[in-house]
Each structure stands twice: as C-alpha cells, then as structure tokens.
Nanobody, 124 residues
Framework: QLQLVESGGGLVQPGGSLRLSCVAS????????IGWFRQAPGKEREGVSG????????EYADSVRGRFTISRDNTKNTVYLQMNSLKPEDTAQYFC?????????????????WGHGTQVTVST
C-alpha cells in the first residue's frame, strides 16, 4: 500500500550540494525504517543511509559519513538526504526504500518496497 516517490536529483559540480526527498503516501512512516541506496552503472546497489522514522535512529555508509545527512519530517511523511561536498564518485541513481525491521540497516534484503529513483550526476 505504501508509495515512495524520490525527487531532488540533478546535475551538480564537484563540491556542490543537493537535497533528495522521499515522500511517502498510503501509510505513515512512523512504523518503518527508510533507507537511501544508490546504484552506478556497472556496480551493485549499495546502502547510503537509513533512519528509523519513529525516533530518528540513523546509520551511514563510511563513504558518505560527514558529507551526507539523513533526516525525517514525520508531519510531512518525508525523509530527506542532504548531500554536501559531492564527488564524481557519488554519481548514481538514488533510491529510497521501506523496511519493517527494527534497525535502519544498509542491507538491501532488509527492505521490501522501493521507489523508482532519482538521478544524481556530479561532473564539471
């Protein structure tokens, strides 16, 4: 029943910033964990960050720690990914996903519904 729609991707120069949004409909996010994942051409989909919506418990991949910030606004049923100091290697299709687990893991198998993604391209 839950629908997830990502937005906010685009083309940005190295060192720039973008904020991605994941808007949920059909159910409240309070009951779920929400993860951000990314997939670049020729690479496996990897976890970027996750949040337990009801209390804000957070996890980050080492590759983005200190540069990306995940947050949620439960009144708007939305999860954000603020991306700063972007690098060319951050270029990927970014997806948000929902899981029913108790911990916001970065494991794809812990999530059971996915949005369609938003493209982030970091290039001069």
């Amino acid at each position: 029943q839950l629908q997830l729609v990502e937005s906010g991707g685009g083309l940005v120069q190295p060192g720039g910033s973008l904020r991605l949004s994941c808007v949920a409909s059909g159910d409240t996010l309070d009951y779920y964990i929400i993860g951000w994942f990314r997939q670049a051409p020729g690479k496996e989909r990897e976890g970027v960050s996750g949040v337990r919506s009801r209390d804000g418990n957070i996890e980050y991949a080492d590759s983005v720690r200190g540069r990306f910030t995940i947050s949620r606004d439960n009144t708007k049923n939305t999860v954000y990914l603020q991306m700063n100091s972007l690098k060319p290697e951050d270029t990927a299709q970014y997806f948000c996903a929902k899981g029913r687990g108790s911990w916001p893991t970065l494991c794809r198998d812990d999530y059971d519904y996915w949005g369609h993604g938003t493209q982030v391209t970091v290039s001069t």
